[in-house]
């Protein structure tokens, strides 16, 4: 995406399980849910994270009883790890090094991140988060895999 253009960008992944840890301590854990990276532009604005946390709150990629991805996080009563990942908005449209112009600043993102959290518990969503801003080691194991890109435009 060129620099300048933003969209909420939210990487989906369904697990069995996810953790995060910070300087070698364990700081979250989830079991069967979804593992979300969330990267926040420069232009993102509060209705982006209301928008992508309805949107990631009643994503169909759980199965039913008949195998379909079909069910919601919410209807499996599963749990949401959210991480921050500004370079999720990574521009790589020149050259071979990403440049993450488009990115919001700590001081922007991590309010929209916290919103971003607080909509989707809104929503009856269980959700854990790792430590915004931090050098963060997180481990899954992908569930299928399945692995989905929302964007809030």
């Known amino acids: 995406m060129p620099e300048?253009?933003?969209?909420?960008?939210?990487l989906v992944q369904r697990v069995n399980w996810a953790r995060v840890n910070v300087s070698g301590r364990e700081v979250s854990s989830t079991g069967p849910g979804m593992l979300l990276l969330l990267g926040v532009a420069e232009p993102d604005q509060e209705k982006d994270t209301v928008y992508l946390a309805a949107k990631t709150a009643s994503l169909r990629i759980f199965e039913d009883q008949e195998g379909k991805m079909n069910l919601s996080i919410r209807e499996t009563g599963g749990e949401v790890l959210?991480?921050?990942?500004f370079t999720l908005v990574a521009d790589t449209s020149r050259g071979n090094r990403p440049g993450f112009g488009s990115a919001a600043a700590p001081e922007?993102?991590?309010?929209l991140y916290e919103?971003?959290?607080?909509?989707?518990?809104g929503l009856?969503?269980?959700?854990?988060?790792?430590?915004?801003g931090a050098d963060m080691a997180v481990s899954l194991e992908n569930d299928g895999p399945v692995t989905i890109l929302l964007e809030s435009k």
């Open 115 to 121: 919103q971003f959290v607080r909509e989707l518990a």
């Open 124 to 132: 009856g969503v269980k959700v854990k988060t790792g430590i915004f």
């Open 108 to 111: 922007r993102a991590e309010p």
């Open 82 to 85: 959210v991480i921050s990942q």
């Open 4 to 10: 300048g253009n933003g969209a909420l960008k939210a």
